[in-house]
């Protein structure tokens, strides 16, 4: 089976600048297991005081990290004149 492109992946440091980068991809369609590993490099990238950035982004792995509620970057076409999502910074009381 070929391996289709889930998503691009950039993990960036606290000053924007790329540390790294690569490729999210599997047979067939994404699933939780790929939520889990953006969920990990989120984590990871988080902990050096970064972040990630996800481009070509299928829009089933969209669905799903928005069903999921994980808050990373997306960059590319918005679907159907959405906004893409952004990194979200909530304060707790």
Known sequence: MVAELWCRVTVVGPDRAQLACGVLEGSGTP???????????????GCLGGGIVLTEVSPVLR???ELAGLCVEMEG?????????????????
């Not at 590993?37 to 990238?45: G, K, P, W």
């Not at 076409?77 to 009381?93: I, N, S, T, Y």
């Open 77 to 93: 076409q918005a679907e159907r004149g959405e906004e893409p999502l952004r990194v979200q910074e909530v304060q707790e009381e």
């Open 31 to 45: 699933d939780l297991g790929a939520v889990d590993d953006v969920a990990r490099l989120a984590l990871l990238a």
């Open 63 to 65: 669905a799903l990290l």
